[in-house]
């Protein structure tokens, strides 16, 4: 929340073309110099690396991989005279020399520890951006100078993450953590892993290029803050929850010996089938929870954000952004959010078990999928703007959750029949309370606030008329959470003992 707070205040300091800049250009560079070099490394240290001295050794690969990436990117911007952009490629750098001890972190389970050094360096970040950004230096220099304090904001972020990783990661250790030799089995992920994520960085990003290219920086900022608002709840929900979710499956794959050569859960030699068949129930059984749970969260998200994204905009942000695009982005946003969450869990799951066959397949469709993504959002962000680049990325969700359904299917076909038998979804009481809600949170926006939901708002509605919606918005709420916990009610046991599992 405080994190969040801050933000809030420096999006209220930004213009909408400075902060445009910002949320889009800068996430672009900063975020594929570190996607392209860790993503790689972390999947491969979890699957391929057998002890904590060969995961670290596979963890260092991280640093001179991104120490490439940041030198070409930032010689690029070197010559272009953009200080600010080459300031993001030292911050890349700077946060992929933590990298070793984020894959210890996550192996040894301390999800607490990551969380800890995320949160106080995302806090030091926008402490340090609020108070460039108030001083009376940067308020006379004007948006050139607006730009290169997030830039400065970002090196912050890297250094206290480093910072953090090293004191926390020395105390629960008693000093350095033992580095050996790599495993054989972490170069053949690590190639695999590394194609695999130059796509999903096409895949990710490869719309927000598109944006930064074909639109003005006034658009960028409208896109760039309704996803900084709505990914919220993908950072802090369902990115974590995604990891653990590889981490589970990839723990339940190396202790399902009887299995681990066979994709398809055929194996049946010396008594090992009914090994394999009781670790695939498991498997279903726990897929399946994990599954309906993120859809619950993702499916209240849907149901009620597009009827309440011009209230929370205007709260927070004021009427300016309230007045532009942004609150019909933020409505298809929150409907995005839902994919997100059900795409992110089924590839997790997929990466977690799937064989070098299946993973390459994966990759394949990645490709394809990346190619299609990029052709549709130019031809939507040059029709609809900021609203057409998130239906781009709708599709494209659509097509990568379609993938990872198939395998689901293929993989528990024999278990269990397939797709069906696994349960990826909210029981149908639950589905429709949701769907009852998002209806009546529609009537309620154009009763009170005057307006169809996605609609341009003409007449600004007061606070009491904002109050009242709210308050409906609130009974709904309470009415999906008791259909969920009357129809769901062994969910929560399942996931207090993955928890429990994963703090052992």
């Given at each position: ?177 033992a580095v050996g030799r790599v495993d054989g089995a972490f170069y053949s992920f690590y190639v695999t892993f590394t194609v695999q994520a130059v796509g999903k960085l096409v895949l990710a990003e490869g719309s927000k290029a598109v944006l930064a290219v074909v639109t003005s920086p006034a658009v960028q900022g409208v896109y760039g803050l309704v996803n900084n608002l709505g990914s919220l709840v993908v950072r802090t929900l369902f990115q974590p929850f995604e990891e653990l979710v590889f981490v589970t499956f990839s723990r339940t794959r190396h202790d399902g010996d009887g299995d681990e050569h066979d994709e398809h859960g055929e194996h049946d030699e010396h008594g090992g089938g009914e090994h394999a068949r009781g670790h695939r129930h498991e498997q279903r059984v726990l897929l399946g929870s994990l599954s309906e749970a993120v859809c ?209």
């Amino acid at each position: 929340m405080l994190t969040f707070a801050l933000n809030v205040v420096i999006a209220r300091s930004l213009s909408v073309a400075s902060y445009g800049i910002a949320a889009v250009q800068f996430h672009l560079i900063n975020a594929s110099i570190v996607f392209l070099a860790r993503e790689g490394v972390r999947r491969s240290c979890l699957r391929g690396s057998k002890g904590d001295a060969a995961l670290v050794a596979g963890s260092l690969v991280a640093v001179p991989a991104g120490a490439v990436l940041a030198s070409v990117a930032g010689a690029y911007f070197r010559a272009q005279d953009n200080m600010p952009a080459v300031m993001q490629c030292v911050a890349a750098f700077i946060e992929l020399l933590s990298e070793p001890m984020y894959v210890y972190a996550t192996s040894k389970g301390w999800f607490g520890l990551r969380t800890g050094c995320e949160a106080v360096a995302m806090v030091a970040k926008n402490v340090v951006t609020v108070w460039l950004l108030s001083s009376s230096a940067a308020a006379a220099a004007g948006r050139g100078d607006d730009v290169m304090m997030m830039s400065w904001g970002q090196v912050t972020y890297a250094c206290v993450l480093l910072g953090c990783f090293s004191v926390g990661t020395w105390f629960r250790v008693g000093g350095v953590p033992a580095v050996g030799r790599v495993d054989g089995a972490f170069y053949s992920f690590y190639v695999t892993f590394t194609v695999q994520a130059v796509g999903k960085l096409v895949l990710a990003e490869g719309s927000k290029a598109v944006l930064a290219v074909v639109t003005s920086p006034a658009v960028q900022g409208v896109y760039g803050l309704v996803n900084n608002l709505g990914s919220l709840v993908v950072r802090t929900l369902f990115q974590p929850f995604e990891e653990l979710v590889f981490v589970t499956f990839s723990r339940t794959r190396h202790d399902g010996d009887g299995d681990e050569h066979d994709e398809h859960g055929e194996h049946d030699e010396h008594g090992g089938g009914e090994h394999a068949r009781g670790h695939r129930h498991e498997q279903r059984v726990l897929l399946g929870s994990l599954s309906e749970a993120v859809c619950i969260v993702g499916g209240i998200v849907a149901a009620f954000g597009p009827s309440y994204a011009y209230v929370a905009l205007r709260l927070l942000y004021g009427a300016r952004w309230a007045s532009s695009d942004a609150p019909r982005a933020l409505g298809y946003y929150s409907v995005y959010v839902a994919l997100l969450a059900m795409n992110g869990t089924l590839e997790a799951f997929l990466h977690g078990v799937a064989d070098q066959k299946g993973l390459m397949r994966n990759n394949v469709a990645l490709v394809v999928a990346s190619l299609a993504h990029v052709g549709l959002s130019v031809v939507m962000v040059k029709t609809h703007g900021a609203v057409g680049l998130l239906v781009a990325d709708g599709v494209n969700m659509v097509l990568r959750i379609a993938y990872s359904c198939a395998f689901v299917h293929s993989y528990f076909r024999k278990e269990c029949g397939g797709l069906r038998g696994v349960g990826l979804t909210p029981s149908w009481a639950v589905m429709l309370a949701l769907g009852a809600a998002a209806a009546l949170a529609r009537a309620s926006e154009k009763s009170f606030l005057g307006v169809e939901t996605g609609a341009p708002v003409v007449v600004a509605p007061t606070v009491a008329q904002m109050a009242r919606h709210v308050v409906v918005g609130c009974v709904l709420l309470a009415a999906v959470l008791a259909v969920v916990l009357r129809s769901s009610s062994s969910l929560a046991r399942t996931l207090l003992s993955v928890r429990k599992q994963k703090t052992q």
